[in-house]
């Protein structure tokens, strides 16, 4: 006997052809695929976003602001320290 012809009275389709998938079924693979193929850069892109200001310049400029302001309130409290206590005494501190 030939097993294509014996069919228990049913019509012979090969597995996986018969067989009808919910389509909740299909949209969650279609999300999984999506998510799997999105994985990688997903990371890189957040870390492009947090630290926008390091890659566009802005945290540079911020930076020099800091420091410029820095330099002016430090070198204002010198001398006003001058005129309020003379100058620092120098020692030769070598015999």
């Known amino acids: 006997m030939a097993d294509s ?3 228990f009275n049913r019509p012979y389709k090969p597995f996986g052809l018969n067989v009808k998938v919910p ?3 299909l949209k969650q693979a279609s999300e999984t695929l999506s998510n799997l193929a999105k994985a ?3 990371p890189l892109f ?4 947090e630290n926008e200001k390091v890659f566009n310049g802005d945290l540079t400029f911020q930076i020099n602001k800091i420091f410029a302001e820095s330099f002016t309130i430090g070198s204002a409290m ?3 320290d001058e005129k309020m206590n003379g100058m620092p005494p120098s020692f030769d501190m070598h015999f």
């Open 5 to 7: 012809e014996f069919t």
């Open 23 to 25: 389509e909740r079924t």
């Open 40 to 42: 990688p850069a997903d």
């Open 46 to 49: 957040k870390f492009l976003e």
């Open 78 to 80: 010198r001398m006003e």
